[in-house]
């Protein structure tokens, strides 16, 4: 089993984010999403390649294999559920929780993000107008 860095393990989840919206996700597309140059976005996905998450023909397009499609919905998941977290509860601007949840999201166990996903359904389960439920939180956030 491979161990994958942080770091590859966001370029994964952007071609899977990228590979969702678009037919084709090409090395400049990574380099844009991931804002660095094209020859850094390059040598990663040659990483994932040797690691067998993806593949590409020769300055082709680049595709998530089984495996890689697996692992980058698995790590788009958590990324979604943490940003969820920040911007639902904690109250953080969209931008602001998706920058974060990028920094929290590796090496989060599968067991705490069941219950953190149990939590966010709990609290969106009971109404936004209840004071019992983030009401007070909300307010003070309101406050500052």
């Known amino acids: 089993m491979i161990t994958l860095t942080p770091k590859d393990e966001d370029y994964l989840e952007t071609i899977y984010r990228i590979s969702r919206d678009s037919d084709t996700v090409g090395v400049t597309d ?23 998450l993806v593949r590409q023909q020769h300055y082709g397009k680049i595709m998530l294999n089984n495996d890689g499609e697996k692992l980058g919905a698995q790590l788009y998941s958590v990324h979604r559920t943490l940003r969820r977290f920040l911007a639902e509860v904690l109250l953080l601007d969209a931008n602001k929780a998706d920058e974060e949840a990028c920094r929290m999201e590796h090496g989060l166990s599968r067991s705490t993000l069941k ?29 500052k």
Not at 30 to 52: D, E, K
Request: aromatic content about 6%.
């Open 115 to 143: 219950r953190l996903t149990l939590f966010l359904d709990a609290v969106n389960g009971c109404g936004g107008g209840n004071p019992g439920c983030l009401g007070r939180y909300r307010e003070a956030i309101g406050s």
């Open 30 to 52: 990574i380099a844009r999403a991931r804002n660095v140059t094209v020859p850094t976005a390059r040598t990663a996905v040659s990483r994932l390649i040797r690691y067998g």
